[in-house]
């Protein structure tokens, strides 16, 4: 950060009393600009024994399958902006079912929700931001092809789940990207 939002004028990283870390602060107006990490929520949108993946049309990883996700937009919930990503990348509307799993990603600022959908008919299609859209078994997945290793994380503990017939809230820190 090098301006503020506010002012304008130039920001300076500065101990703030008070504060165990230091902030970018403005020299004119004095405010104080927090930086806290970014909520991506998504979908493992299920149907029968298949889940839906979409092929990603933007970079990073532009031709690469992703499960549904992206940036919590505010004044969404959790749940609504989960739904919406559903919507906007494979136009197709689900039934959030609970939370499938909750990862921190600190490295890149990121806290990862992906909640457990249910595609009440297989009706989807190509959203803007997909190539393509696709529902596969287990063994159909594109393992070597997968845009993020939150997915795959997500989705190997799906698998392990529905095997052993339980189903589980997965949570934990990655160095993923
Ligand atoms: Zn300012």
Known sequence: MKYCSHCGQSVELRDIPGDNIQRYQCESCAMIHYQNPKMVVGCLPVYEDKILLCKRAIEP???YWNLP???LENGESAETGAMREVWEEAL???EITGVHSLYSIPRINQIYIFF???LTAPDFGIGEES???RLFTEAEIPWQDM???SSVHALKRYFEDRKNEV???HQGEYPMT
């Open 92 to 94: 197709a509307k689900v």
């Open 69 to 71: 996700a992206g940036y």
């Open 116 to 118: 457990l959908a249910r």
């Open 131 to 133: 190539l393509d859209v």
């Open 167 to 169: 189903q589980y809230t």
């Open 61 to 63: 990883r532009s031709g």
């Open 147 to 149: 845009a993020f290793t």
